[in-house]
């Protein structure tokens, strides 16, 4: 391997909000995201939409402060549904229940 070495320190952080260009994509990486039914990651990806929407856009839009919407959307945090409906509305996206592929191998387990 050849040439200069890169630092990590000199990486540029990765930030989904700048991939976010349009529609499509945001509703891709929502579907994703609900795909792997984590809460949490659900709150991140929705802080990653309101960002390359404008954050502050989206709190006046959603009647959530600023600051307090950048506490309920921040990694880790565990928002109350109320909050993740009044951003996806202020989004413009809502979520949708679909059947699961194994739904019968789901209601097994279920069960057991």
Do not use: W
């Amino acid at each position: 391997m050849t040439g200069k070495k890169i630092k990590i320190s000199e990486l540029k952080r990765f930030d989904m909000a700048e991939y976010l260009k349009d529609e499509e994509d945001i509703a891709q990486y929502l579907t994703l995201v609900l795909e792997d039914n984590d809460p949490a990651y659900l709150a991140h990806a929705l802080g990653d939409i309101a960002r390359a929407r404008g954050m502050t856009d989206i709190a006046r839009a959603s009647g959530i402060t600023r600051e307090a919407l950048y506490r309920a959307l921040s990694p880790g945090s565990h928002p109350r549904f109320e909050t993740i409906s009044r951003v996806c509305r202020a989004l413009g996206v809502r979520l949708a229940a679909v059947p699961m592929e194994n739904a019968h191998a789901f209601q097994s387990l279920e069960t057991a």
